[in-house]
């Protein structure tokens, strides 16, 4: 309950809430746009700017038709949890006014969360699309038949990391700012 009270606290302030949305945006826009780089770049090497926003505007709703339903939903979580994790970090940082060595362990859990999440971005038809580029640069691209999910494995560990990352910041902001006796 006093965790859901720290994120209130923070959320209710203009600032931490629309650098949420910024984020989750600019995460969820990478993660939908990400799949068609190559269609984006052939495109506005000819296009005109009106026809490159157009294009650009009808990728959002590749979350609907490109992604699975599970892709779609964690994908979305990643980008709203990071945001949340960002202001969270931000107002920590703001709060304690030092370099507590604290926070560095938890902002590498928001970047890992982040990053197993970039993994695991793909659509239904191609499976996730990074982790198999990668993969395939070193010849075990079919690795990913024998994980259970097809690499969505990689988008639940990116969620999971970020959910961990939101409540260990929530519980550091509810701490003391002195050391207990």
Do not use: H
Request: hydrophobic share 50%; with cysteine.
């Amino acid at each position: 309950m006093k965790y859901a009270l720290v994120l209130l606290t923070v959320f209710k302030q203009p600032f931490y809430l629309l650098l949420t949305v910024l984020l989750s945006i600019v995460v969820f826009t990478v993660a939908v746009w990400l799949p068609s780089f190559q269609l984006i770049s052939i495109v506005s090497q000819t296009a005109s700017l009106s026809e490159l926003l157009s294009l650009l505007w009808s990728l959002y709703g590749a979350i609907g038709s490109n992604f699975s339903t599970t892709s779609a939903t964690y994908t979305i979580m990643i980008a709203v949890l990071f945001g949340m994790n960002a202001s969270l970090l931000t107002y920590y940082i703001r709060r304690m006014r030092t370099g507590s060595p604290n926070v560095k362990g938890v902002g590498v859990t928001g970047i890992g969360g982040l990053v197993s999440g970039v993994f695991g971005i793909g659509c239904a038809a191609c499976g996730t699309f990074i982790f198999t580029s990668v993969l395939a640069l070193f010849g075990v691209g079919g690795i990913l038949a024998y994980l259970p999910f097809g690499g969505e494995e990689f988008g639940f560990l990116g969620v999971a990391l970020l959910v961990y990352s939101v409540y260990s910041l929530t519980k550091k902001i509810t701490d003391p700012l002195v050391c207990p006796i």
